[in-house]
């Protein structure tokens, strides 16, 4: 019984730290900036022509 009880604190123990490692990596991410629309205006009004 104290051999089981050993692995099942140990366990706990090992899952609270993956947990608490992965919580704190996505509180402390920057995320990057997100561009939803063209930066350059004239590549929207004059789009290129395909080449033949």
Known sequence: MKFESLILAS?????FAVCALVMGAMLTITPSSVQLAHAD????????APAS
């Open 41 to 48: 205006k004239a590549a929207l009004i004059v789009p290129v």
């Open 11 to 15: 366990l706990f123990a090992v899952c």
